[in-house]
């Protein structure tokens, strides 16, 4: 039996962000009865029970909230919470795959014991954390120890984007894998009621709005985008999907922008709801993706998946994955306005040319079967080199 302890997403089946989705379809996509998954889960409530759903063995971990930094006292908790748990219930064949670089110094002490008992180690540094915005100079520098930490301590490193693993090769002479996210091919179906009831409450209509879905983060250029947009004379509607904080990010950009005076810029919240989500993908004129960290970004594969027209920021990540077949903006002026202008003319032909590109660029290379078939081969090859 081979025992796969994912730590990093906030838990199994959680609709949050991309860790979260990965694992979950990972998991679901899997099929091996001679594998069995452990995930620990973020709790706020001292008094879960561990519990085990659809065979995945889910341990929740007791945090009190603390900010920013409640996913990293979660993740250096998880591992000492299964270093612990692998000795007592004597686990044999164990691969630990930690998603991001948060657990820092302490790994230095622990990844020795870990590698006595037998387990083996896999970091996915995920994309330069240090680099986000969001972090303040002092969190930056331990993430950028943090990951130094853990790639040099880990027996392998997986990287989902091409330009994360020449970055981790580079710069710690590793010899890194790369393996991408996966998404899934959805059909054009017909629209069903939860977003017919979408549309009406948010005063939306199907096939006249643009549409940005992301974290309420600058990196995300969030502020650029709605900037260029209220610059068009267009009537269509710009539809973000986001779960805004009214902080000072909010403020700073309601004084930058002015975008409440404009009523086509409309925040919608987060949507969790996968079937809704699919129909406003499918039914976008174009999708808009301002994420300048990270690496491959889930919510980009599912737009090429889905919706016919792309627009991008043009940072490497970005291009690894959208190659030729979608449009790019920079941050220079009238950069994102210039292009929403001349996606306005396109013929329905182009517009439907574009969109064959992307699926097949998602059906070649970014399918969970794919992904999951690699993990597959990886967890194997690790577990035959410990024998």
Known sequence: MKNIIIIGS??????????????????????????????????????KKDRIENGVKIH???IKPQGNATMLTFAIKAVFYYKKYIKENNLDNVIMYILGCRVG????????KLNRMGVRIIINPDGLEWKREKWNYLIKQYFKISERTMVKSSNFVVCDSLAIKDYI????????????YG???????????????????????SNNYYLFVGRFVPENNIE???????????????????????NKFYRDLIDKTNFIEDKRIKFVGGIYDDSILRDIRIN?????????????????????STTKVNILYDVIYNKEVGEDNVFYFTKDD?????IIEKIEKLSKEDINHYGELCKNRIKNNYTWDIVTLKYKELFKRLLDEKK
């Open 169 to 180: 090769d580079n710069k710690y002479h590793v010899n890194s894998t790369y393996i991408a």
């Open 183 to 205: 998404a899934y091919l959805k059909e054009n179906k017909k629209i069903n009621e939860k977003t017919n009831d979408f549309y009406k409450q948010n005063d939306i209509k």
């Open 105 to 112: 110094p302490l790994f230095t002490f622990i990844h020795k």
């Open 10 to 47: 906030r838990g199994y089946k959680f609709e949050y962000g991309g860790w979260e989705t990965f694992v979950t379809n990972l998991i679901d996509n899997y099929h091996d009865s001679d594998t069995c998954f452990y995930v620990p889960e973020l709790s706020f409530d001292i008094n």
């Open 60 to 62: 929740p971990i007791y």
């Open 284 to 304: 976008a004129t174009a999708y808009i993706h301002g994420h300048s960290a990270g690496g491959t970004n889930p919510s980009l594969l599912e737009a090429l």
């Open 224 to 246: 650029y985008i709605i900037k260029e947009y209220m610059k068009t004379n267009i009537e269509k509607d710009l539809v973000i999907v986001s779960n805004v904080e009214k």
């Open 334 to 338: 009238n950069s994102l306005k210039n």
